[in-house]
């Protein structure tokens, strides 16, 4: 079974930038679509960034322009880049692979993105 592994989150400023990295247990991974959710609290968990098999990438409203999310098949490892990071950004970021409506993997233990004011 694929294992998932998030890390690189943080306390930093608005304004401030962080590096997500998600760790993935097998070269299933290159065969699979990536995406980056996020939960904040007393908030249902969303998708915030989706990476296809063939590098095409979708991003929320909220978070385009200022989120970046790519892939190293090589190193089965998927990131995700933020900028201008804002207070609503605040959350526990995960990595998941998303086949249509259901997900390939059990959830990762995530990661806690806490941006301040």
């Known amino acids: 079974q694929v294992q998932l592994v998030e890390s690189g989150g943080g306390l930093v400023q608005a304004g401030g930038s962080l590096r997500l990295s998600c760790a993935t247990s097998?070269?299933?991974?290159?065969?699979?679509?990536v995406g980056w959710y996020r939960q904040a609290p007393g908030k249902q968990r969303e998708l915030v960034a989706l990476?296809?098999?063939?590098?095409?990438?979708n991003y929320a409203e909220s978070v385009k322009g200022r989120f970046t999310i790519s892939r190293d098949n090589a190193k089965n490892t998927a990131y995700l880049q933020m900028n201008s990071l804002k207070p609503e950004d605040t959350a526990v970021y995960f990595c998941?692979?998303?086949?249509?409506?259901?997900?390939?993997?059990?959830w990762g233990p995530g990661t806690q993105v806490t941006v301040s004011s």
């Open positions: 998941n692979l998303p086949m249509g409506s259901t997900l390939y993997a059990p």
């Open positions: 097998g070269s299933i991974f290159r065969a699979k679509n």
């Open positions: 990476m296809t098999i063939g590098g095409s990438t």
